[in-house]
Every structure is written in structure tokens, then in C-alpha cells.
């Protein structure tokens, strides 16, 4: 499906049965892996010089371009949906809560005050769009293992097992979790994020991250039973 042009921007599109005045949401087909890779660290002038320039997209989606919102909605779609995968558990739940996430990053760029960084504040509204849309259900829910993420082609077939295996552990152990410890969990080994950003995502001081941070690893390394306590 193409990107439609710029004068659909401000047209009234449905989503989920509901109007908005908002941009086309580009469908993104990728798939979501069940547990991510270890984020990459980039150095701090690239981090740096990349935050700028989301900053810099905030500012246009802010104005009404959407090519900027579209950029910002690709980059950060594969992101936003391993986390709400993992946090929510609910993988019927996690596109109609991106799409809802990036439609307030769309209606309210204007907001965006500069001082967190955009990933931080588009974060903070997918993880507050994650607890509403649970707090709507009633049933129980599941605890899912598995790991769909595929390994490098290169190789072989006891690596791939082993690997298998090893997230498969990991995956179960983590769903064992509070919704509150897989957040802080998540944030902090697979996207990289410290603790003060954490807590403006999650809502809560650095002291209370650190808390939890502490009490899943904890139960983590009972979960796993000495398997991958290096990895902790």
C-alpha cells in the first residue's frame, strides 16, 4: 500500500471503528520477534546527533508534515511493538495500542517540550495506552514462552537449538513477572534505556526502577536456576 500524499493528512481516517483527524498510519510488515536482540549502543555523539534529529521530526510532525510522522512512525514501530509484546502479553492488543500510541504522537507533537528525549516521551505514552487497554479486560492472562526471533543464517544447526532454547528460557522466566518488573526489565536490557528515563516512562522515581529492577532479577535467576544467571 502507498504513502498517501500530503494533503491526506489532516483527513478523518477509521481506525479500530473510530474517526480521528489524523495522518494514514503506514502498515509496516515485519515480523515480532517474541524476544529481541540486546540493543546496540551507539556512541554518545551518535545518540546524540540522532535524538536531534527526532527532535527535528517531532517539531515538523508538530506543523503537520507527514513524512515526518511517518518517519518517526517507522522508526519506531519494531521498537514499540517488542515492548508492548512483552509487557502486555497480548499480541492481539499490541497494533491497535501502537496505533493509538502514535495517534497521540501525531495529535499532540505540539507538547513535546524537549525536555525528555522522544524516545522517552513516546514510551512513557505507549506504556500509559498499555495499562489502559489491559485495565479494559477481564479475563486472566496468559503466560506465553517461545522465541520466533530467527537465528543469523551463518549459523549452525546446536547453535540455533542452544539459542532457541536459551530465549525460550528467558522469554518464560520474564513472563513471570509483574507487568511492572517485564517493563523495567525490557527497557532497561533490550532497549538500552537508564533508570531516570525509565521512571519518566513508567511513571515513578529512580529509587522505585532500582526497587523493581532488583526484585526481578532476583526472580529471575530463581526462575532460570543457574542457567543464564551471566546473563543477569
Known sequence: MGIPPQSAARHPTRLDGREYSAPYVPRVESPMPSMPRDAVRPSAE?????????????????????QAFEQLYRAYH??????????????????????????????????????????????AIGYRKALKALSRLDEPIDDEGGDDQPAPPEAGPEHRAARSQMCAALAQAVDQLS????????????????????????????????????????????????RLEDWL
Open 46 to 66: 551518535g545518540a546524540a546527533l540522532a535524538e536531534s534529529a527526532e527532535a527535528r521530526l517531532v517539531g515538523r510532525t508538530a506543523n503537520g508534515d507527514l
Open 78 to 123: 519494531p521498537r514499540l511493538s517488542r515492548f508492548l509484546d512483552r509487557v502486555m502479553r497480548r499480541s492481539g492488543l499490541v497494533g491497535e495500542v501502537l496505533n493509538d500510541t502514535m495517534l497521540v504522537v501525531w495529535n499532540r507533537a505540539a507538547s513535546y517540550d524537549g525536555r525528555s528525549k522522544v524516545s522517552t516521551w513516546i514510551f
Open 179 to 226: 507487568l511492572e518488573q517485564r517493563a523495567v526489565v525490557h527497557l532497561a536490557y533490550f532497549h538500552g534505556i537508564g533508570c531516570r528515563e525509565i521512571g519518566d516512562i513508567v511513571g515513578c522515581p529512580v529509587d522505585t526502577v532500582k526497587t523493581r529492577m532488583f526484585h526481578a532479577r532476583r526472580r529471575l535467576k530463581t526462575l532460570l536456576a543457574g
